[in-house]
T-cell receptor
Framework: GAGVSQSPSNKVTEKGKDVELRCDPI?????LYWYRQSLGQGLEFLIYFQGNSAPDKSGLPSDRFSAERTGGSVSTLTIQRTQQEDSAVYLCASSLGGWSNQPQHFGDGTRLSIL | GDSVTQMEGPVTLSEEAFLTINCTYTATGYPSLFWYVQYPGEGLQLLLK?????DKGSNKGFEATYRKETTSFHLEKGSVQVSDSAVYFC?????????????FGKGITLSVRP
């Protein structure tokens, strides 16, 4: 497709389980971002990829969170030992080159619910 | 660090009313400014952008002008429609630091009644 694709669209899991969220960016976009949207915290930056490298991981809230990107394309965000405070919508965005004047295009998000 | 402040919501207007949503920012560099919109049940969509001082972004009847002197990027529309009901986010991105991540305001919910 032409847009950013995220899967699954919804994920419900039990506290303590690991989850993997997937993002397929727009073809040719070298920059990829993960954000989290929650009621209390609004929209927060998590991690940025340029190609397969992650020069900025400063937004990851704890060492239970990790992400990788392979082939300069698909990215996965992994949350280990999930906690209830991890419940949120996880958004992925991509942009052409990662410059500030280039708009970021968002996927529809993964709604994560931790029971 | 960078920050974006939006006016408190929610906002309820009648159809064809004039809309202004205030947004001010602080940034270390020379940021690009954006308005994103989230319609009910949908993802974030870029509404408009401005990349330098005095630029005006416009789309779908919405406008916003990058005012460096007042560090503002207020969103306006002359005549709102019911279909404009959504959550609106002001955001900035700059090239200082490690990346051009977006810093968002808290968002404001707009409801337009017929």
């Amino acid at each position: 497709g032409a847009g950013v694709s995220q899967s699954p669209s919804n994920k419900v899991t039990e506290k303590g389980k690991d989850v993997e969220l997937r993002c397929d960016p727009i073809s040719g976009h070298t920059a990829l971002y993960w954000y989290r949207q929650s009621l209390g915290q609004g929209l927060e930056f998590l991690i940025y990829f340029q190609g397969n490298s992650a020069p900025d991981k400063s937004g990851l809230p704890s060492d239970r969170f990790s992400a990788e990107r392979t082939g300069g394309s698909v990215s996965t965000l992994t949350i280990q030992r999930t906690q209830q405070e991890d419940s949120a919508v996880y958004l992925c965005a991509s942009s052409l080159g990662g410059w500030s004047n280039q708009p970021q295009h968002f996927g529809d998000g993964t709604r994560l619910s931790i029971l | 660090g960078d920050s974006v402040t939006q006016m408190e919501g929610p906002v309820t207007l009648s159809e064809e009313a004039f809309l202004t949503i205030n947004c001010t920012y602080t940034a270390t560099g020379y940021p690009s400014l954006f308005w994103y919109v989230q319609y009910p049940g949908e993802g974030l969509q870029l509404l408009l952008k401005a990349t330098k001082a005095d630029d005006k972004g416009s789309n779908k009847g919405f406008e916003a002008t990058y005012r460096k002197e007042t560090t503002s990027f207020h969103l306006e529309k002359g005549s709102v429609q019911v279909s404009d009901s959504a959550v609106y986010f002001c955001a900035l991105s700059d090239d200082t630091g490690a990346n051009s991540k977006l810093t968002f305001g808290k968002g404001i919910t707009l409801s337009v009644r017929p």
